[in-house]
T-cell receptor
């Protein structure tokens, strides 16, 4: 059972570079989420999607973009990396209002 | 003020002790989640509850909707219980989970 799979697990970016964090789930969940986790803080919602073709901003969307062309995939794009985007990123999925399943996280450092 | 507050922030216990972690929230919710995160690891869902009490092994979660409060109890704690425990609430009329900052638990042998 794969569940929610995130890649890469670790990445170091230089300021101004761009990258895509991949997230895929095999549970046919309609809801998918991207969170960031900073030390001593709760997870903050970046973007979420309630189904293919539908995305919406969370609390901290600036500097990020997402797309949801399929039910399975929900990639997160960083266009111009900044040191403030150094964080651990988690992707999650769920059915409408049920238990959420999380990926293993991506540790991103921007230098 | 955060919508979800957890206490304590840090907790150190001796093996075998009974542990309680508290979560208070200020918004209307449809459900509350307790999650566990091991160092460097992913996040695992422990409980989702909207009323009453749930038990799974040595873990017990309770919620009081009127008081907007939930507790997570660990009986006969063990060093392998050392982790960050996170409370999250699903807003009553929304699609989002709102997270507490987490409680760092260390159980010493």
């Amino acid at each position: 059972n794969a569940g929610v799979t995130q890649t890469p697990k670790f990445r170091i970016l230089k300021i101004g570079q761009s990258m895509t964090l991949q997230c895929t789930q095999d549970m046919n969940h309609n809801y998918m989420y991207w969170y960031r986790q900073d030390p001593g803080m709760g997870l903050k919602l970046i973007y979420y999607s309630v189904g293919a073709g539908i995305t919406d901003k969370g609390e901290v969307p600036n500097g990020y973009n997402v797309s949801r062309s399929t039910t399975e995939d929900f990639p997160l794009r960083l266009e111009l990396a900044a040191p403030s985007q150094t964080s651990v990123y988690f992707c999650a999925s769920s059915y409408s209002k049920t238990e959420a399943f999380f990926g293993q996280g991506t540790r991103l450092t921007v230098v | 003020k955060n919508e979800v507050e957890q206490s304590p922030q840090n907790l150190t216990a001796q093996e075998g002790e009974f542990i309680t972690i508290n979560c208070s929230y200020s918004v209307g919710i449809s459900a509350l989640h307790w999650l566990q995160q091991h160092p460097g690891g992913g996040i695992v869902s422990l409980f989702m509850l909207s009323s009453g009490k749930k038990k799974h092994g040595r873990l017990i979660a309770t919620i009081n909707i009127q008081e907007k409060h939930s507790s997570l109890h660990i009986t006969a704690s063990h060093p392998r219980d050392s982790a960050v425990y996170i409370c999250a609430v699903r807003e009553e009329y929304g699609n989002k989970l709102v997270f507490g900052a987490g409680t760092i638990l260390r159980v010493k042998s």
